[in-house]
């Protein structure tokens, strides 16, 4: 039997007072949502050239991506649903985690597949996925879990070295098996920042990014006056390829040169969505780690800072989010997914714009990619599960 307006205004009304009074934080999933369709849209324009090319549609990518976002919504509302405490249940669910973080990659070695000279994916029947993807959320889980049942104890040396000594295994065994240097890196920089933030003397911090600093310094500067050829590291050669992206812009500093060119194509306000021109052949993977400088060309810099306003505005609410939290854990764990979706927005666009060597990183919520897309929904299932709880325990 077909429902009246009467009983569909008055279903309505009830939907949105039970969702409202669990603590829905409508504000944050207006801000996820619309960068997700902003993604949606860019990536069937990056990727509609390649996509007739090679698949014979335009909307092969985008149809595809569509459906790795609806599956992370549907994840993320379930973990909504499910009290984030069961992560940190008991002291052993912690090793746990920790064990199937560091384990995880090495499952590439008998069920990888091989993409783009490197195995970083493992297929089991008719699903596929990064370990990578896996072990962010892992050791988001168990440094938080770490870290809050540490407490004070983290601003000692030896309790900061023992968390680090956690964080170094298992980014070494993704870049080590899984040649996924962009990965491992992201993980250790999460991890990093969540024991720097869970820390109140901040003394050693400053020592050990003063040393970093300078390190870095002393390679840039001897790399860039290195006499390069075909025998130098492939790591070596990017960092040289940064530094001088004119000298190899048939190898190594094709894509930097054509992201380059499509940013300074775009200028001010684009040539218009869907009128990108370096999309076309000339930029290797548009509608992947580059999408940054598809927008700027299509959109130009109003549309790219609009799109780095509405990741400011999303890291802003998860943190205000944990800032409003009783719980440790809770408080550490919506940290670390703040930094993680922080990390890798700012990686990537840093590398579209040269302004670091070139790594391949996506473009949270943007690019195109399942696995990234689908557990970093997860993760945001997880802030809004917190945000839930915190409101109902404030009404308390």
């Known amino acids: 039997m077909a429902l009246g307006s009467a009983e569909i205004k008055q279903f309505t009304k009830k939907t949105v007072r039970k969702v409202t009074s669990s603590g829905f934080d409508f504000n944050l999933l207006f801000i996820l949502l619309t960068i997700l369709a902003f993604g949606l849209i860019m990536v069937y324009s990056a990727s509609s050239y390649v996509a007739v090319r090679d698949f014979g549609g335009r909307d092969y990518f985008f149809i595809r ?99 680090l000594a956690f964080v170094v295994p298992v ?109 076309i052949s000339a930029l290797p993977e548009p509608q992947n780690d580059m999408i940054f400088a598809v927008i700027c060309e299509e959109l130009g810099i109003v549309g790219a800072v609009a799109l780095i306003i509405m990741y400011g505005l999303l890291l802003y609410r998860i943190y205000s989010i944990a800032r409003e939290t009783k719980n440790r854990f809770a408080f550490m764990v919506a940290v670390g997914v703040m930094c993680h979706i922080g990390v890798q927005a700012i990686l990537n666009i840093a590398v579209a714009t040269n302004s670091m060597p070139n790594t391949g990183v996506s473009l949270p919520f943007v690019s195109y990619g399942g696995s990234s897309a689908i557990f970093l929904l997860m993760e945001m299932g997880v802030v809004f599960c917190i945000n839930r709880t915190n409101n109902r325990e404030a009404k308390k």
């Open 65 to 163: 991506q569509l459906r790795w976002d609806l599956l992370g919504l549907v994840f993320m509302v379930g973990l909504i649903f499910v009290p984030y405490k069961l992560y940190n249940a008991w002291n052993l669910e912690r090793w746990i985690v920790y064990a199937v973080a560091f384990i995880l990659p090495f499952l590439t070695i008998p069920f990888g597949i091989e993409s783009h000279n490197a195995t970083r994916w493992i297929k089991l029947g008719p699903v596929s996925f990064q370990p990578a993807e896996v072990s962010k959320i892992l050791m988001i889980i168990f440094m938080a879990s770490w870290l809050a049942g540490i407490k004070e104890k983290i601003n000692t040396w030896t309790y900061l070295g023992i968390s």
């Open 171 to 279: 980014a070494a065994v993704i870049y080590l098996v899984t040649d996924n240097l962009s990965s491992a890196l992201i993980i250790f920089m999460i991890c990093v920042l969540m024991i720097f933030i869970s820390s109140t003397d901040i003394k050693k911090y400053i020592f050990f990014g003063g040393l970093l600093i300078i390190v870095a310094v002393i390679i840039i500067a001897v790399v860039y006056n290195a006499d390069i050829s075909d025998d130098t590291s492939f790591r070596i050669g990017r960092i040289y390829t940064w530094l001088h992206p004119g000298t190899a812009q048939d190898t190594t500093g094709h894509q930097t040169i054509q992201a380059l060119y499509a940013i300074g194509n775009g200028g001010v306000i684009g040539k218009g969505l869907g009128q990108s021109v370096q999309k």
